[in-house]
């Protein structure tokens, strides 16, 4: 759809208060666990308590036996047919093997929580264990510790390339590398995952804390072998998701105990068991190489990513893919020769955290950039701004990006509040010293199916169906009517949003991907414009003026440029009901599939933008050099996301995506032992960011001249990219501070001092390109 | 339906009724219910034991100092009311009230709690070890004082009896000052990684005595006598601090666990030391004693 409409618009871009705010705040919120059917049973999940091993078997008996237990399920009793996004991996309960601490191995169904508990710790679990394999290096070489029956532990392997890589590396001016780890970070939502499952005619229903209630339904479907049509996913308000709850999480399991004693079942996840069985952003290895010229040009790039998928595949398989494609970053790269690897190991299955792969493709990325500086004795902002890309050149799959290249223009304002703020004073007594960084970064907005249904009625008021799951963004509860209600001519309060669930609204591929306003919204506004002709029609016969020189505005039908002529919206909209039918219309939106060429791609499953955003963040950190601690002193987030529809809303995702990306970067790390226990599974040893943890200013910018051509009035995506940028930035300032930046991720303050020492371990501070380094390794083919 | 048996819920208002129950049977004594109600909730603590509550004795709340300058905390005095307290001045063990958990935490905790929970990470009892503070613990037979370096025997473990109760907590006349400093990744709601206390006795200029005690640097919170040892003698200038500070190490025995590495945590002792030890001149020199 074209949306090169220039406004004003009378609601969109005003400051919209988010519909549902008033009840979130005061607790009157309807969560999946508040919602206790008739009859429920309690599902507590028996978990594996070692990372490998062989299930000899299982004693249900005494969990049987306890009064109040209605059923105990193991894999036997449960089809043996697997689960997963890409990859069918994951049976219901562990059928001949374990392969995570915390995989379930059976469930236990009682009729009060405490009892189900009780009886859980009485399932007789004889597992033989066997050696785990727990580190990715390690699995991705081991061909004796196999996670799952294949010859090799690498579910996933990508290439990108382009041009002749070797011919440029063995002509360049230098070579420069960059290797990087990063680690796990939990998604961390407040509500923990539950679901309830419920019988239902020919098949069950299901109330779950989903941002993604179709695919669970899709993949349901398939797994119990039932008809799309008979599963009803309910989705009632959601506390949190961030890629978190965008899989089947325990629904398998209390769809099977439903299916079982049929009678209602509720699994509700304790914290500790939320932080230890979910979907953690992945630990990953990126190495990366580029040949350059004196100037700085990037002339070709190879990189090796490896992702850890942990012990099921879930989504791993797309994310190695965009980790491959966002190791260019935001620069145009004309040779690349990229790799992306994704391992299993005995471990909690990895899966999508907002902006998967971003955080540490992104600091590989800048980190590379900085490196390439400091060797050429460049400055680095110079560097980007000499590679950035921009409208007519090609992506790294050769995707024509066709969207003017805006991260310089987002550079600049971050360059300047640096300078701004390296000229302000520091208190007296703080000795810390400051730094100065920055990070840029582009990212993609998904274009995946969505259908939305406008219905006005006779009253002159819309309802909107859509599917689209509001998981905290305010894009559905509150932009959708909103940008329905622009269409239309209506005050957005006479737009009536039906969402949450798979009955009432056509089919929404999830809150996911920077891509609900985007493509939920274009679907939206689709149907409202389909809405608008027909009233439009109606209205032409009543007053006998062509259609086209009619427009809905302020509740009302006028003639272009004599608005005296005209009629209410709700007097065209009875007449339509009368004479020609209900005012009612679905708009269904897919992106077009652009060409891409120029590059050979094998096995790559991620492979367009669609509408490219751009971005740049930037920092001013206080470093304790005695203590490594790093605090964030003032931060600015620069976006070009297209039009801003609710800028509150815009500024919560970039202040909360921030925070978030601090955290990422300082703070979070979801720790796996050798064991392959996780050991600080809960909120106090977790270290999320408290307020006290972040900067009490978070300025946000956004770039407002570069509106995307199919976005629902010019918008783009933006719920993912803030997370992406604050590790990289918070790099580029440590190595402002210290000379040197951290090549493993978290930036804590062990880490931070640990770097300290190693670049103090060289006696001579050298020239610039020979500080602490690893040595030129190949990157492999 | 059979559900677990659980303990009952007492509730005494004076000292001998109290006493004579955990006389009984085995008891959880709840003040501010912070750590107990979560680890009873959890399974850690056993559920059959009764609960005791210790909030209606109000013999056991209150912060009041002697003509002697002698300080006497109630165990159950909160957090919260330790960390204001106009009593004193600031010193290590109400640096360390102010630390403890969040708002609402520090509002309900109590000290005594704080002691008897034992956790090596607390952050009061470096400041009440460096006080050498005596710990009162009264039962149907009597009452003992131990002093706070003798109190900790493990994680989690202390000397108090099951049928006794820490009811005070005695702080000797000084002509000092303390302090205490933590090092945590957060900078609220966050466990100790590793702390300091310091308190120094300054006569003329000269520090005539000392005391150094660290957090989650062993099993127990524990005094660094070398470090304490190191200071006496001296005129507190930089250089002498900074080579005191460095003999925490003498006696810290941190561990890597989830919160942090035994490295960085072995970088940071020392700095912490120096600075907690600073921060103790500057409030002797103030005239901040405690």
Redesign the interface.
């Known amino acids: 759809m074209s949306a090169e409409e220039s406004g004003p618009y009378l609601n969109v871009g005003n400051r919209l208060i988010r519909r549902d705010a008033a009840e979130r705040l005061t607790g009157h919120t309807t969560y999946a666990e508040d919602i206790r059917l008739p009859g429920v049973l309690y599902g507590v999940l028996v978990p594996s308590l070692v990372a490998a091993g062989r299930l000899r078997g299982i004693n249900v008996d005494r969990a049987v036996a306890?009064?109040?237990v209605v059923k105990v399920l193991t894999a036997k009793d449960v089809t043996d047919r697997c689960y997963g996004n890409y990859v069918k991996d994951q049976p219901i309960f562990a059928r001949d093997r374990v392969r995570f601490v915390g995989e379930p191995v059976a469930m236990v169904a009682a009729?009060?929580l405490?009892?189900a508990r009780?009886a859980a710790g009485l399932v007789e679990v004889d597992i033989e264990a066997t050696t785990p394999v727990v580190d990715p290096r390690e699995a991705l070489t081991s061909a004796e510790v196999l996670v799952h029956d294949r010859d090799t532990n690498v579910i996933e392997d990508v290439h990108i390339s382009r041009g002749d890589v070797d011919a440029v590396f063995d002509t360049a001016h230098a070579v420069v590398h960059t290797e990087i780890e990063s680690h796990r970070a939990h998604q961390a939502y407040l509500e923990p995952r539950a679901v309830t499952a419920a019988p239902a005619p020919g098949g069950f229903s299901l109330i779950m804390s989903t941002q993604q209630p179709f695919g669970v339904r899709a993949q349901l479907a398939e797994l119990f072998d039932l008809p799309t049509g008979t599963i009803e996913v309910r989705v009632p308000a959601i506390g949190g998701g961030f890629g978190g709850k965008l899989h089947l999480l325990f629904a398998p399991q209390a769809a099977a105990m439903t299916l079982a004693t049929g009678r209602p079942v509720q699994i509700v996840c304790s914290r500790a068991e939320d932080m230890t069985t979910g979907n953690p952003r992945e630990n990953s290895i990126v190495r990366m190489s580029s040949a350059v010229d004196e100037s700085g040009r990037i002339l070709a790039r190879r990189c090796d990513v490896v992702l850890d998928a942990g012990a099921y595949a879930m989504d791993t398989p797309v994310l190695t893919s965009m980790a491959a494609f966002y190791a260019t970053g935001p620069y145009r790269i004309d040779a690349l020769d990229i790799r992306g690897r994704a391992v299993y190991t005995n471990t909690c299955p990895t899966g999508s955290f907002r902006g998967p792969s971003g955080p540490q493709m992104v600091y590989a990325a800048e980190a590379q950039i900085e490196d390439i500086a400091q060797q050429l004795g460049l400055d680095p902002a110079e560097v980007r701004r000499r590679n950035f890309i921009g409208e007519g050149d090609r992506g790294p799959t050769g995707e024509l990006i066709t969207l003017r290249g805006t991260t310089d223009e987002c550079m600049r304002v971050v360059e300047s509040r640096l300078q701004r703020w390296r000229q302000a004073d520091v208190a007296p007594g703080d000795h810390r010293r400051r730094g100065y960084g920055l990070a840029c970064a582009w990212w993609s907005t998904l274009g995946t199916p969505s259908a939305a249904t406008v219905e006005l009625h006779e009253d002159g008021t819309a309802t909107l169906s859509s599917g689209g799951t509001e998981i905290g963004t305010g894009a559905i509860s509150t932009a959708l009517p909103s940008m329905v209600a622009e269409e239309l001519g209506l005050r957005p309060d006479r737009v009536i949003l039906k969402s949450g669930g798979t009955r009432d609204a056509p089919y929404d591929s999830g809150s996911r991907g920077s891509r609900t306003m985007f493509a939920t919204g274009n679907a939206a506004v689709l149907a409202a414009r389909a809405v608008a002709e027909q009233i439009r029609n109606e209205a032409s016969r009543l007053l006998e003026v062509d259609p086209a020189d009619l427009v809905l505005r302020e509740g009302r039908v006028e003639v272009k440029g004599a608005p005296e002529t005209g009629m209410t919206i709700a007097e065209v909209s009875a007449s339509a009901h009368l004479h020609s039918g209900p005012v009612v219309a679905t708009g269904r939106y897919r992106a077009e599939l652009a060409p891409v060429e120029g590059s050979e791609l094998q096995g790559a499953r991620f492979l367009r933008l669609g509408e490219p955003t751009f971005h740049c963040h930037g920092v001013e950190i206080a470093l304790d050099e005695?203590?490594?601690?790093v605090?964030v002193l003032n931060f600015v987030a620069v976006h070009d996301v297209g039009r801003v529809v609710n800028p509150v809303g815009a500024r919560g995702q970039v202040e909360g995506g921030v925070v978030q990306g601090i955290g990422y970067a300082?703070?979070e790390n979801l720790?796996t032992n050798d064991q392959g226990v996780i050991?600080?599974g809960n909120f106090?040893?977790y270290?999320l960011?408290?307020?006290?943890?972040v900067p009490p200013n978070i300025e946000t910018v956004f770039i407002e001249t570069n509106h995307s051509h199919t976005g629902p009035f010019g918008a783009k995506g933006l719920g993912e990219p803030p997370v992406i940028l604050p590790a990289a930035a918070i790099g580029s300032a440590l190595r402002d501070v210290l000379g040197v930046q951290p090549y493993q991720l978290p930036l804590?303050?062990?880490r931070v001092?640990?770097t300290i020492a190693e670049r103090d371990s060289h006696p001579v501070p050298g020239p610039p390109g020979s500080t602490a380094r690893p040595p030129e390794p190949e990157v492999e083919k | 339906m059979s559900e677990p048996d659980v303990g009952a819920y007492r509730r005494p208002d004076n000292l001998s009724e109290l006493l004579t129950l955990l006389d009984r049977r085995p008891t959880s004594v709840l003040a501010g219910g912070t750590d107990l109600v979560v680890m009873r909730a959890d399974g850690m603590v056993d559920r059959t034991q009764d609960i005791v509550d210790i909030k209606d004795v109000s013999d056991l709340r209150g912060i009041s100092l002697d003509a002697d300058g002698t300080l006497t905390i109630g165990a159950a005095t909160s957090l919260q009311e330790l960390a204001k307290t106009p009593v004193i001045p600031p010193n290590a063990i109400t640096d360390g009230a102010s630390l403890v958990g969040g708002w609402q935490t520090r509002a309900r905790g109590t000290i005594g709690g704080n002691i008897c929970r034992a956790s090596p990470a607390a952050d009061t009892l470096p400041g009440v070890l460096a006080a050498d503070a005596q710990l009162e613990l009264a039962s149907t037979t009597g009452t003992r004082l131990v002093p706070g370096h003798a109190f900790f025997t493990g994680p989690g473990r202390t000397v108090r009896k099951p049928n006794e109760l820490l009811t005070r907590i005695i702080v000797p006349a000084s002509l000092g000052a303390s302090a205490y400093l933590r090092f945590t990744y957060r900078l609220a709601m966050d466990l100790a990684v590793v702390g300091v206390a310091a308190h120094l006795d300054i006569k003329n200029g000269r520090c005539v005595a000392a005391r150094v005690a660290l957090s989650a640097a062993a099993a127990t919170p524990v005094l660094a006598p070398d470090a304490a040892d190191a200071l006496v003698g001296t005129e507190l200038d930089e250089p002498s601090i900074e080579a005191a500070a460095q003999l925490v190490l003498n006696t810290a025995t941190p561990i890597d666990d989830g919160r942090g590495s035994r490295a960085h945590r072995r970088t940071v002792l020392p700095v912490l030391a120096k600075r907690a030890i600073g921060i103790a001149l500057e409030r002797a020199r103030e005239g901040h004693r405690r």
Do not use: Q
């Open positions: 306890l009064d109040g009729t009060s405490a009892i009780r005695e203590t490594g601690r605090d300082l703070t720790k050991v600080n106090h040893d270290r960011p408290t307020i006290a943890d804590d303050a062990d001092v640990l």
